[in-house]
């Protein structure tokens, strides 16, 4: 992947604090890659939203994915 031109964003420390604990333990190496990842994930799918409702295995990919980043149990 090409070098993408990076810019700077503030943002409330409370909210990177939440962060860097999630982050403990995973593949991420900084609050910067991880909310890059997390965009660009949501930018994806709204870019792929057909305006139709989620199909049971979307729905399922979606659940398992907010699993994995504890948002679910």
């Known amino acids: 992947m090409a070098t993408e031109k990076q810019v700077k964003i503030d943002l409330p420390a409370s909210i990177v604090e939440k962060i860097k ?18 965009l660009d994930e949501m930018l994806n799918d709204t870019d792929n939203d057909s305006g139709d409702k989620f199909s049971e295995e979307d729905e399922k ?6 699993r994995a980043l504890g948002y679910m149990d």
Request: charged content about 35%.
């Open 21 to 38: 604990k999630r982050i403990e333990g995973t593949g991420f190496d900084s609050v910067s890659s991880y909310i890059a990842y997390v």
């Open 61 to 66: 990919k979606v659940k398992e994915r907010l």
